[in-house]
């Protein structure tokens, strides 16, 4: 194989956006995602046509200057880069308005290849957007553990200053406290499970669980709340029992969850209905399964939520979710433990029709062989 060709078939064979010029900063050699990158018709061409951009343009400049070679491959130590040149640079326009930035590398080639260098183009945005998430998440959670201890300083001071002799307000301010307190508490066990969900997320789980009894059993744990707020549970689980491999104490946070959701802002339709269903062949999960379908008759959610509506914090109406003590993180928990699980989550809703949260799991562990 010739010299280009051999060049042509490294940069080609390369993950990233790569393209190879010749000693006169010539493009030689360019992959697809360069191209689409830099143009579709980037051969023959002087890079710097390509992409005007000074910085890298200068450090081609350099790295094909006589000597450079020479001079780095005496660089002392295992740190040696070969005379590679990084830089993070700008190019193009992004879709979303954001210049988007690429880590660009610029490195010689060997004399036995042409000399020439290999410019490689990494896009910044993913990592960029996990940076984001991450920083809204601890904004998130600073945000809402302040509302709550600002609540709890304001009272301190009030019962050490202007209500220090009145018992009335005082037991009122201390309910209150007592509340702020327990949503504190509530929040952190919620993040310290979502975190446990997260990093377990890849173990299947091994245990078996008769969906039917869990199902009861959190109908019944939920009994009283969905008394008091007059809502009737109708639970439709069959005679049979409905065995899938399933972590029993996840599942059962998932049904609690989606059932409390149910009756706290779906509660004004004055039922909740819980079927389970069996799916001998689910298209999806490619096999058999279950399927648990719990609905209301309440306000229902306007269609531009329900995308969002799984994420860490989302809430339709973060007041009253407050009010009721929300923390906003029980869908977010719901979506690893059935990502967990394998199964899927669907929701549907419609404002003034009320909504509806099915779960599919698999009745068997992908992992598991078939039977026979
Ligand atoms: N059945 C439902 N009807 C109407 N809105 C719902 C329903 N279920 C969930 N929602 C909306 O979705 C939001 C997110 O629910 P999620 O369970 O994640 O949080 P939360 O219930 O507010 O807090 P937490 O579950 O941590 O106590 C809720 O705040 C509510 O606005
Ligand atoms: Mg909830």
Redesign the pocket.
């Known amino acids: 194989m010739d010299v280009a060709r051999q060049i042509d078939a490294m940069v080609r064979a390369l993950p990233v956006a790569v393209v190879a010029v010749d000693r006169r900063a010539r493009v030689i050699a360019a992959n697809d995602a360069a191209r689409r990158l830099l143009g579709p018709d980037p051969l023959d061409r002087p890079f710097v046509t390509l992409l005007r951009n000074p910085g890298v343009n200068q450090a081609i400049d350099r790295v094909l200057a006589p000597g450079h070679l020479a001079a780095s491959a005496s660089d002392p130590g295992p740190g040696g880069n070969g005379g590679a040149l990084t830089m993070r640079a700008a190019i193009g326009a992004g879709s979303s308005g954001r210049e988007p930035y690429f880590d660009v590398t610029v490195a010689p080639l060997p004399a036995t290849l042409g000399g020439g260098a290999l410019v490689t183009l990494i896009d910044t945005a993913p990592v960029e957007g996990a940076e984001q998430i991450r920083r809204d998440f601890v904004a998130n959670v600073s945000h809402e553990l302040r509302t709550p201890l600002t609540a709890l300083i304001g009272f301190i001071e009030t019962l050490r200053g202007p209500a220090r002799n009145d018992a009335a307000a005082r037991d009122r301010f201390l309910d209150i406290m007592e509340r702020e307190t327990h949503r504190m508490n ?1 929040l952190v066990s ?1 993040l310290l499970s979502l975190s446990r969900v997260e990093s377990g997320e890849r173990l299947r789980p091994v245990a078996r669980v008769d969906l039917a009894v869990l199902l009861g059993g959190v109908a019944t744990t939920l009994g009283p709340a969905a008394e008091k707020a007059g809502v009737r549970i109708e639970l439709d689980t069959g005679d049979a029992p409905a065995w899938i491999p399933g972590d029993q104490d996840q599942l059962t946070q998932v049904f609690q ?2 059932i ?3 009756i ?3 509660g004004s339709g004055g039922w909740v209905g819980i079927a389970l269903r069996e799916i001998t062949h689910e298209p999806m999960l490619r096999g058999p399964a279950y399927s648990i379908e719990i609905a ?1 008759r ?4 306007d269609a531009i ?1 329900l995308p969002r ?2 994420e860490r914090f ?5 007041h ?2 407050r009010e ?9 928990i ?1 979506k690893h433990i059935v990502a967990r699980h394998r199964g899927r989550l669907r929701i549907h ?1 419609e404002r003034g029709q ?2 509806r ?1 099915t779960i599919v799991l698999p009745q068997a562990s992908a992992a598991q062989p078939p039977a026979g």
């Open positions: 509530r919620d969850n989606i409390e959701n149910a706290k802002y779906g209301d309440g306000e229902g959610i939520h509506l799984t989302y809430r339709v109406d973060t009253r979710s009721k003590g929300g923390t906003g993180l029980g869908l977010a719901v809703s009320g909504s949260f």
